[in-house]
């Protein structure tokens, strides 16, 4: 080990998160012949093949699944120590990690990256689809930030008061349901409540990770629920079949908004009684005062609440 070349410890991570010598190599910008002669290294140094090849890609064998937490530590160490401590968002070619629920892309990633590109034209913003694991990543620093959509509603699973404690935020964009459908949909001619809404069959876009609708939770309390005839997960594609067919659909409104400027739709409010939402930004304590990472932070609240402003009250839990 006295001669170990650390940068190999950062192709092992990418190895036991994509488990294909193919992806790993794409995420690292390397050669597949590039990745497989430092796989071949870090195997004579741990004294074990690491990975195992499979129908399915590579498998880990227990040796590199026992290196995988104790990795994770050491890299996010290294970089945490080898980062400057002042920051110059003009010189810096630093990566973030940021998972997002899909509909946080449209709004917000218009309102600050403008900006980030005009004072940091040489960072790199790396964003994956929020999923069930990514609230794991987020305590585990495998992901510098993320946005998801948490309730401010008692009666929701997805509580900010749920949120763990290691983990600080800000309530960046607040939203509630409309409920979209086609232009002459008859149910236009009728009177607008619950019943009506409950009488049409419904189209629902299924938005990564999320598996609780308050708008479902809150008419389960009362017996009552949706006749989902579609579950999508795509909006575009959901918002032309709304315009082609009785299917109504429930979606966040700005959002929405965003979306709908091409389709022959109209919208009402969700006749159920919600309180909004929000759109959060969260990341680890563990960031709290890296300059470059506040530095982001700072210029993502402020331009994204420029454009959608909210009152502040109950909005966020921060560290700065």
Known sequence: MNNFDYNLLR?????????????AAARLHLSQSAVSKQLAKLRETFSDPLFERTAHGLR?????????????LLLQQLEQFTRPSEFDPALSRREFRIDMV??????????????????APNIRLSSQIWSQESLDKLLRCDIDMALCIREWDERSPLHF???????NYVALVRDHPICIMRADHPLL????????????????????????????????????QRDIAVNMAEFYSALRLCESSDLIMSAPAKYAATMMGDFNVRCLD?????????????????YDLDPSHR???????????????TPTAGDAHTGY
């Open 295 to 309: 530095w982001l932070r700072s210029l993502m609240i402020d331009q994204v609440k420029a454009r959608y402003p």
């Open 11 to 23: 192709v092992l991570e990418v190895l036991l998160e994509e488990q294909s010598v193919t992806a």
């Open 60 to 72: 880990a064998t227990p040796r590199a699944k026992a290196l995988a937490p104790q990795l994770r």
């Open 270 to 286: 969700v006749p159920v009684d919600l309180v909004p939402g929000a759109y959060v930004l969260m990341w680890h304590q563990h």
């Open 189 to 224: 001619d009728e009177p607008w409540g619950l019943d009506t809404f409950l009488k049409y069959r419904h189209l629902q876009v299924s938005f990564g990770g999320v598996e609780h609708w308050l708008l479902d939770d809150v008419l389960a309390r009362e017996k009552r």
């Open 102 to 119: 899909e509909a946080a892309y449209s709004l917000t990633y218009p309102c600050f990256m403008p900006e980030l590109l005009a004072q």
């Open 161 to 167: 008061s749920q949120i763990p404690p290691e983990l």
